[in-house]
């Protein structure tokens, strides 16, 4: 999976996962910028991995749930989520093209200062050649959103500036 399209489906899984998170009386994110790390999940955290920021407001955190929503409901058979003390676990059977993807995650933090999203996935068949992937998903606030910044917009590993919820207005309809 190249950065870009690994970054844009970390946000979205994020999205997906905070949108249950309020329905579980769980607080949303702070408005704001945010660093979020994700690895492969083989080591103790995200930092070996692709690291990228998110601007954020009360708005767009609740439009990017809602794409996520959305994508879960039109790929998914499955998606349980409970509350396990502090963490949030959700479990899932999504289809990716010809693959179906069942999936494990274990979401905690608070969502005004810090999380933390550790999923487990198998794919049958194989999904780009992997049986199976983990990862492992760290996100941080770090301030305001910068001046030249935007509600929505992603500073992605390599420096690109992207708008998540331009590209969700700008892409084609499904029948």
């Not at 996935?121 to 030249?148: F, Q, T």
Request: charged share 25%.
């Amino acid at each position: 999976m190249n950065i870009r399209l690994s970054a844009v489906v970390a946000c979205v899984a994020a999205g997906a996962l905070a949108g249950p998170v309020l329905a579980l009386d769980f607080p949303a994110r702070k408005p704001g910028l945010w660093e979020i790390r994700t690895g492969d999940g083989t080591g103790k955290d995200a930092a070996a991995g692709h690291t990228m920021q998110q601007c954020i407001d009360a708005a767009s955190d609740k439009a990017l749930r809602d794409m996520g929503q959305g994508m879960g409901k039109d790929m998914c058979s499955k998606q349980e989520l409970s509350a396990d003390g502090g963490r949030l676990v959700m479990d899932s059977v999504c289809k990716i093209g010809n693959t179906v993807a069942t999936s494990h995650a274990v979401m905690s933090g608070d969502f005004s200062t810090a999380y933390r999203m550790e999923s487990k996935s198998s794919y049958n068949p194989p999904l780009m050649g992997r049986a199976e992937g983990h990862s492992v998903m760290e996100a941080k606030w770090i301030g305001p959103c910068k001046a030249d910044q935007k509600p929505g917009d992603m500073v992605m590993p390599n420096g690109m500036k992207m708008n998540v919820l331009d590209m969700a207005k700008n892409r084609p309809k499904r029948p």
